[in-house]
């Protein structure tokens, strides 16, 4: 896999995240540890996507 193919799919995995937090957040009773959990892994692939494209 090269780093193109892997920034896109931590790009899909990072939209991912964003739904299911804004999924949780929509609930009526949200597990705010489940939101701050997905959340931390949001930014970590997002760490990711920086350290493959360089910046």
Do not use: C, F, Y
């Amino acid at each position: 896999m090269g780093l193109h193919d892997k920034n896109n799919a931590l790009k899909d995995k990072h939209q991912a995240l964003e739904n299911a937090i804004e999924k949780e957040e929509k609930r009526p009773h949200p597990d705010d540890i489940e939101i701050v959990n997905l959340k931390k892994q949001k930014l970590r692939i997002k760490d990711q996507m920086a350290a493959i494209s360089g910046t």
